[in-house]
């Protein structure tokens, strides 16, 4: 098993930045990339980006594509989303989520083998 653990959420102004944080741990062989995902009150979990392994391929929701950043940290199964130049249609709980086999391309949910527990954001003045 993997688990999946976030941090970095918080309040923050409209145009403001946060980072988030994702650390996994257990058997982390098996979260070969790594990503996340978010969830408004009332909608759907949408995917918001992705990264492989080596920390090369690196895809983005529509929503968000120039405004957030995805990357992996010195420790391997460590990931982070910088979110830039947020809006209140940002606010959303964010969950860290990985797969076992490796991905080309945007996920769906039913793509992900762990999930974090999330942690929100709110964009609000």
């Known amino acids: 098993q993997v688990q999946l653990v976030e941090s970095g959420g918080g309040l923050v102004e409209p145009g403001g930045s946060l980072r988030l944080s994702c650390s996994a741990s257990?058997?982390?062989?098996?979260?070969?990339?790594m990503g996340w995902f978010r969830q408004a009150p009332g909608k759907e979990r949408e995917f918001v980006a992705a990264?492989?392994?080596?920390?090369?391929?690196?895809y983005y929701g529509d929503s968000v594509k120039g405004r957030f950043t995805i990357s992996r940290g010195n420790a391997k199964y460590t990931v982070y989303l910088q979110m830039n130049s947020l809006e209140p249609e940002d606010t959303a709980v964010y969950y860290c989520?990985?797969?076992?086999?490796?991905?080309?391309?945007?996920?769906?949910?039913?793509?992900?083998?762990?999930w974090g527990n999330g942690t929100l954001v709110t964009v609000s003045s």
């Open positions: 990264i492989n392994l080596s920390g090369v391929r690196k």
């Open positions: 257990g058997r982390t062989v098996s979260a070969r990339d």
């Open positions: 989520a990985a797969r076992i086999v490796a991905s080309v391309g945007t996920w769906n949910t039913g793509d992900v083998n762990f």
